[in-house]
């Protein structure tokens, strides 16, 4: 028990668990309609967009949360708006928009090179440095985003699944994709200082990728992803500062271990599943 205890003590473990708990049920609820949507690009498009946003902010001297949180907003709906009414299919929109806006960023960067180091947090993430008032941010748009699909559950479900057929039944897919669109921005936010641009993408996917081999139940999913990604954030902390390795690496890579040893699992049982109808037929 002790063993366990013991990183406790440490402040910085302490804000760091907390925050990895909440981000990764965060982005296991908001990954689970990611999946099912067909955009899992858009989670790591859309981050690399929100780093340009949080650039210029530094430069214009703008809160962070703001300007990246504006940035990252007005990309997703400029995204869903091509989408929409353009031939443009959602991969082209988010290929084109995201990497624009973050060449935007390396842009500035390499314009005002003195301020370079102070975002190699957003890029890789600093779990470890990780504020009160960080935890505070990220426990906020938990709360947030879980109030939100509690009371749009069945339209953010409808427009999910099939958003023309959610739209004769009366169901504002436009507004419903403007929410998803703030949820998805202000997520992203929140967790960009605990695992960084190049780690979003994987935390949002992985878990609601793990709970669709578990179930076809569009509930039970959404509750395994957000328990696969909170639990894998308290044990991705844990490995972290026992191997002696980056917290947001060590949390990717336990939800791809767990991923993969799922998916071993479900095709050894969809194998004998299958031999065992052979037999009696």
């Known amino acids: 028990m002790e063993i366990l205890l013991e990183p406790f003590q440490f402040e910085f473990f302490r804000n760091g668990t907390i925050a990895a708990v909440l981000v990764g049920g965060l982005c296991g609820l908001i990954g689970v309609y990611i999946v099912l949507r067909g955009m899992s690009y858009i989670g790591h498009g859309l981050s690399h967009a929100i780093f340009g946003g949080a650039v210029v902010a530094f430069v214009m001297q703008w809160n962070f949360y703001i300007g990246a949180g504006l940035w990252g907003f007005l990309a997703a709906l400029l995204i869903n708006q091509t989408v929409r009414r353009t031939k443009i299919n959602a991969d082209a929109a988010i290929g084109v928009i995201t990497t624009a806006s973050f060449a935007a960023g390396v842009a500035l960067i390499s314009r005002y090179r003195r301020f370079t180091r102070s975002f190699d947090a957003a890029l890789f993430g600093n779990i470890?440095?990780?504020?009160?008032?960080?935890?505070?941010?990220?426990?906020?748009?938990?709360?947030?985003?879980?109030?939100?699909?509690?009371?749009?559950?069945?339209?953010?479900?409808?427009?999910?699944?099939?958003?023309?057929?959610?739209?004769?039944?009366?169901?504002?897919?436009?507004?419903?994709?403007?929410?998803?669109?703030?949820?998805?921005?202000?997520?992203?936010?929140?967790?960009?200082?605990?695992?960084?641009?190049?780690?979003?993408?994987?935390?949002?996917?992985?878990?609601?990728?793990?709970?669709?081999?578990?179930?076809?139940?569009?509930?039970?999913?959404?509750?395994?992803?957000?328990?696969?990604?909170?639990?894998?954030?308290?044990?991705?902390?844990?490995?972290?500062?026992?191997?002696?390795?980056?917290?947001?690496?060590?949390?990717?890579?336990?939800q791809a271990a767990v991923f993969g040893a799922v998916l071993a699992v479900t095709s050894i049982q969809k194998r004998s599943a299958r031999r065992l109808i052979h037999t009696h037929v």
């Open 128 to 254: 470890l440095g990780v504020t009160w008032q960080d935890v505070l941010v990220v426990g906020a748009v938990t709360l947030m985003v879980a109030v939100i699909v509690f009371f749009l559950y069945k339209q953010l479900l409808f427009t999910t699944f099939d958003s023309q057929v959610a739209k004769v039944y009366g169901v504002k897919t436009e507004w419903i994709d403007t929410i998803f669109a703030l949820m998805l921005a202000a997520a992203l936010i929140a967790s960009m200082q605990i695992l960084g641009v190049t780690l979003i993408a994987a935390a949002l996917v992985i878990p609601a990728i793990t709970a669709r081999l578990l179930t076809d139940s569009f509930s039970r999913m959404m509750l395994s992803s957000v328990g696969i990604g909170a639990l894998t954030g308290l044990v991705g902390m844990y490995l972290s500062y026992y191997v002696d390795v980056s917290s947001g690496a060590s949390i990717v890579l336990l």
